[in-house]
């Protein structure tokens, strides 16, 4: 979590009018979803570094403390998502040594910090927070005070010996002038190559406004960036980087709200189109044929994510089994020791994660590896760490997601991962040429559904909301599919509203949940294709003992007809259950969404969270 970002440019003209303090505050606010407790830049100023931070959102901070009156050319920034020490003015990012030459900020967690610290008390430095990262300042100050003709390069490598723990740096010494010092290891790092102006950033949209021209740094790499220069190190070797320049599609439009009152909102309305991108990317992706091929010659099949890519690994367990007549074995990413000793060298990982960053995922896939197991990433980042450290790689094609809550990134996960699961049934034998061609064809619908599913379903999550923000308490239920999306309608609620939501299998509800059910207690259905019958009456137990019964559903007629006073939220008619994600989880999405517009809750940015967990 935390979101760095340096930028250096050759002159003022490049920031077109702005000033540095404007230009960070901006490239930090596309990093906001990273972290957001606490923001602050330094700059090379006259030769001096200006810092400033403090604790608050961006604009907040920004403002009090006046960032768009700093001049300079050269300065890094950092929003927080705090680990060590609390949120509070002291502790937010830059951090200096004791003279002040040297100004850094930091994405990881430095996990030998105390005996550093106690090490560097001892020879009289002073520190001023409770940070891991201010260790980092004062060892810089100390190597460079062991022999004065060391370079800053070299002082920075013997630092980055002794560094235990995970971490993205960008620093600045001011004896240096125009030149953003960094280095990577576990915390994502991208260089952006620009046209006079070059910049380091922890993610990919603080780098739009002035280039889609990127390097994904590798763990272990080093060096420093001018407005016209990179120079990229591993441990003495100059890397050759030329080759690993990329350019992204991504847009700064992407990256904007344009005229949404919340990413969020615009990433659920953006569904329909990111699907068709990702479902006619699939058609014509070079690896599919081969990873299908892998599946179907695999021993076993493990599934891994965090959050709401584990649900959508869940999705595609079910589709495997159900048109792949094949079983598989999901995992949590954080519990992948429960199930590595068991993996051999014919066995596959399917790794789910949108932002190919989290890091329970990432050593989920390292531990996986070291069985010899092949693993296969589903990601939508490009050359992002776990795609990269993957034996082979399948990204949607969702564009970016700024709001914390994965939205359009998981209904991209679950077309691309029933894509799989349908070549799988075709490939294995298992579906006719006509099978086959009649579900991708069904499939190919669900951008559409998803554009009616939003239409149809919205005026009713509105009028919900209203009463829904004062409940304290709600269950979501479904049977098959149903019970699995459910997981993912709750983690929403959960998240954005602050509001205990609980998913259960309905059939499951009345070994113990039910007991909870009394007057006024909001009880969820999704009236999938399947089980309708047992569906309904699972709605009549929950109505009986005074539950509120909400229910998405194709059809109204039904749910009425058997319970007068549900509350219906209409979804559009389907006829196949590879659909059913897109007709009800977009409803799903709305209600959350505007449960925490009516509760005065920023969607985009929900308490605790960040975007991207890049700590265990
Ligand atoms: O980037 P990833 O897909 O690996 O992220 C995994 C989870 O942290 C993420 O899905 C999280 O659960 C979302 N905020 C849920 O909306």
Redesign the pocket.
């Known amino acids: 979590m935390c979101g760095i970002v340096g930028v250096t440019a050759a002159d003022s003209s490049v920031f077109q009018g702005k000033t540095i303090g404007r230009v960070l505050r901006e490239l930090l606010k596309m990093l906001e979803y990273r972290g957001y407790d606490s923001v602050g830049i330094a700059v090379i100023s006259d030769g001096n570094i200006v810092v400033r931070k403090g604790k608050g959102k961006i604009d907040e901070v920004s403002d009090k403390l006046k960032f768009d009156e700093i001049t300079g050319l050269t300065g890094i920034g950092h929003t927080r998502w705090a680990t060590h020490g609390v949120p509070n003015d002291t502790n937010a990012h830059p951090h200096k040594d004791c003279e002040g030459s040297i100004a850094l900020v930091h994405n990881g967690i430095i996990k030998n910090f105390s005996e550093i610290k106690k090490k560097l008390a001892g020879k009289g430095h002073v520190f001023k927070s409770d940070t891991d990262t201010e260790v980092i300042a004062h060892l810089l100050e100390d190597k460079l005070s062991d022999h004065n003709r060391k370079t800053f390069l070299t002082a920075l490598k013997e630092v980055l010996e002794e560094l235990e723990g995970s971490y993205a740096l960008a620093i600045l010494y001011s004896r240096d002038g125009e030149r953003i010092y960094f280095a990577k290891k576990l915390s994502p790092l991208i260089i952006g190559v620009g046209n006079r102006v070059n910049l380091v950033a922890s993610d990919i949209p603080a780098l739009l406004e002035y280039t889609s021209t990127i390097i994904p740094l590798k763990d272990g790499e080093y060096g420093w960036i001018s407005p016209d220069k990179i120079v990229i190190k591993y441990g003495d070797e100059l890397v050759d980087y030329k080759a690993r320049i990329k350019t992204v599609d991504w847009s700064i439009e992407n990256v904007s709200k344009a005229g949404y009152p919340h990413f969020m909102l615009k990433e659920i309305y953006e569904q329909p189109l990111a699907l068709r991108e990702t479902f006619y990317g699939l058609q014509s992706d070079p690896n599919l044929e081969y990873i299908v091929e892998r599946l179907v010659e695999s021993d076993k099949v493990y599934i891994t ?7 959508a690994g869940l999705v595609f367990k079910y589709f495997l089994s159900k048109i792949g007549g094949r079983a598989s074995l999901p995992f949590i ?1 954080s519990e992948y020791m429960q199930v590595t000793e068991e993996v051999g060298e014919n066995d596959v990982l399917i790794a ?7 890091i ?2 990432l050593t989920a896939v390292r531990s996986f590896k070291i069985t010899g197991g092949k693993v296969i990433a589903v ?3 490009l050359e992002s760490a ?1 795609p990269r450290e993957s034996d082979f790689a399948i990204y949607m094609r969702a564009g970016p997601e700024i709001g ?4 359009k ?2 209904l991209t ?1 679950v077309i691309t991962l029933s894509y799989i699961a349908i070549q799988y049934g075709y490939k294995s034998g298992r579906l006719t040429s006509s099978e086959y061609r009649d579900l991708i064809e069904k499939l190919s619908y669900a951008p559409q559904l998803t554009e009616s599913s939003i239409r149809y379903s919205e005026p009713f999550a509105k009028m919900y909301s209203k009463d829904l923000k004062y409940k304290k308490s709600m269950y979501i239920l479904g049977r098959g599919l149903g019970s699995i999306l459910a997981l ?1 309608a709750a ?2 609620v959960k ?2 509203d602050y509001i205990h939501a609980e998913a259960y299998p309905a059939g499951e509800s009345k070994h113990g949940p039910i007991a909870l059910v009394e007057k006024g207690f909001p009880v969820f259905f999704l009236y999938t294709l399947n089980h309708r019958a047992e569906l309904v009456g699972n709605m009549k137990e929950m109505h009986s003992r005074d539950g509120e019964i909400y229910v998405s559903t194709p059809d109204q007629e039904a749910i009425r007809d058997s319970i007068r006073d549900a509350r219906v939220i209409p979804v559009p008619i389907y006829d196949n259950e590879i659909l059913e994600p897109y007709a009800h989880i977009p409803a799903y999405q709305l209600l959350s969404y505007y449960i925490a517009v009516e509760k005065g809750y920023d969607p985009d940015k ?1 308490r605790n ?1 960040a ?3 890049t700590v265990e």
């Open positions: 994510g965090a959050g709401t890519s584990f649900h990413s789910i994660s949108q932002s190919g960053e989290t329970d995922t990601s939508n980042v776990i914390v809550a994965a939205t990134t998981y996960q993912e983690l929403k998240e954005i929900p969270l975007k991207t967990v």
